[in-house]
């Protein structure tokens, strides 16, 4: 099983403005970076078209470390304090589970643990200290 901590810096539409900041500022590699529009067409479809062109995944790496940046999905608020989450990232389905069930003890489920095109068990939950973990499964 393989287990990572990753920081995930949620932003509203200038992601690719903060992945080329952090290129230069940090000297991060970006390692991949993909945008709303490249998701499944039957996805595409139940979006704007102006959102098509914000970053829905990058991966940077600076040194060896890395970090996640994205813009917030279509509709989707961000408050100050929810713009940098944790995102656990593992290969075990079931480990994901016990994780995403300890988590939402006293705490706020935002997007259920469940299949999307990205993962095949993916989750966002608020802990009872206010800290958001995104639960993201490997495929």
């Given amino acids: 099983m393989t287990l990572q901590f990753i920081p995930y810096i949620m932003l509203n539409g200038n992601a690719s403005e903060a992945i080329a900041f952090y290129e230069k500022a940090l000297d991060a590699k970006v390692l991949s970076k993909q945008t709303f529009g490249q998701a499944p067409e039957s996805v595409q479809n139940s979006m704007p078209s102006d959102v098509k062109d914000r970053v829905a995944h990058s991966v940077l790496r600076i040194r060896e470390i890395e970090m996640f940046v994205a813009d917030t999905e279509p509709g989707q608020q961000t408050h100050p304090g929810d713009r940098l989450s944790i995102c656990i990232t ?50």
């Fill in 90 to 139: 593992t290969n075990d389905i079931e480990k994901s589970k016990q994780f995403y069930g300890a988590l939402q003890q006293g705490g706020q489920v935002i997007t259920p643990l469940q299949e999307m095109y990205f993962s095949p068990a993916y989750a966002m939950v608020t802990d009872k200290f206010g800290i958001t973990f995104q639960i993201f499964t490997t495929r």
